[in-house]
Structures are given as structure tokens and as C-alpha cells.
Nanobody, 118 residues
């Protein structure tokens, strides 16, 4: 079971990036997928989450209206579209999976770096 996050890079303030999280070895529809980010020296922050059924989506307040999460279970991929990026969004972004009957995220991807320049 693996998750692979990709799509990070360097972008100017106001720009956009789309992150992808590709799952292998699982039926993606059985898992809620969360996006998290972490800045060195700071604690990890939850950014967004999509439920296993894709009927419920959550965003942290700081990204509401700018970020959008979507999933394609057939392609085993979850996307995080990030628009109107700000320097404060600079972080390593991780995706993680939580099985429907379990309360914690137990499968983590390797992270992809997003750098937003001012």
C-alpha cells in the first residue's frame, strides 16, 4: 500500500499548482484522503480532507475559497487544486489515507515541496 504525492514546485504569489496523490495497492473508495502540510520547525497542519464516499469535504480556514480537493477513484488519484497561492502556503505537502472504519490516518505519502515566492 503506497501513496505518492507529486505536483509541487516553485510558483509566484497568486499563482496556482495542482497536487496529485496516487494510491497503489488499495481500493481508493475505501479511504478518506487528507492533505497536510508542514513547515520545518512547525507542527503538521491539516489542509483538506475528502471522505471515502466523496460526499464530504473539509478545508482549513486559511485555504477556503482558494484550494479545492477532488478525487477520481477509478484512477486512484486525489487532487488538490491550489489557487491564489500565498507565501504562507509554502510547505511540504503530504497526502494520507484513513480507512473508513479507522479514526487515524495510517498511510502517508512522501511529501512534495510547494514554494510560493512573493
Amino acid at each position: 500500500v503506497q501513496l505518492q504525492a507529486s505536483g509541487g514546485g516553485l510558483v509566484q504569489s497568486g499563482g496556482s499548482l495542482r497536487l496529485s496523490c496516487i494510491a497503489s495497492g488499495v481500493t481508493l473508495g475505501d479511504y478518506a484522503i487528507g492533505w497536510f502540510r508542514q513547515v520545518p520547525g512547525k507542527s503538521r497542519e491539516g489542509v483538506s480532507c475528502t471522505s471515502a464516499s466523496d460526499s464530504s469535504v473539509w478545508y482549513t480556514d486559511s485555504v477556503k475559497g482558494r484550494f479545492s480537493v477532488s478525487r477520481d477513484n477509478a484512477k486512484k488519484t486525489v487532487y488538490l487544486q491550489m489557487n491564489s497561492l500565498k507565501p504562507g502556503d509554502t510547505a511540504v505537502y503530504y497526502c494520507a489515507a484513513r480507512y473508513v472504519t479507522i479514526s487515524r490516518f495510517s498511510i502517508w505519502g512522501q511529501g512534495t515541496l510547494v514554494t510560493v515566492s512573493s
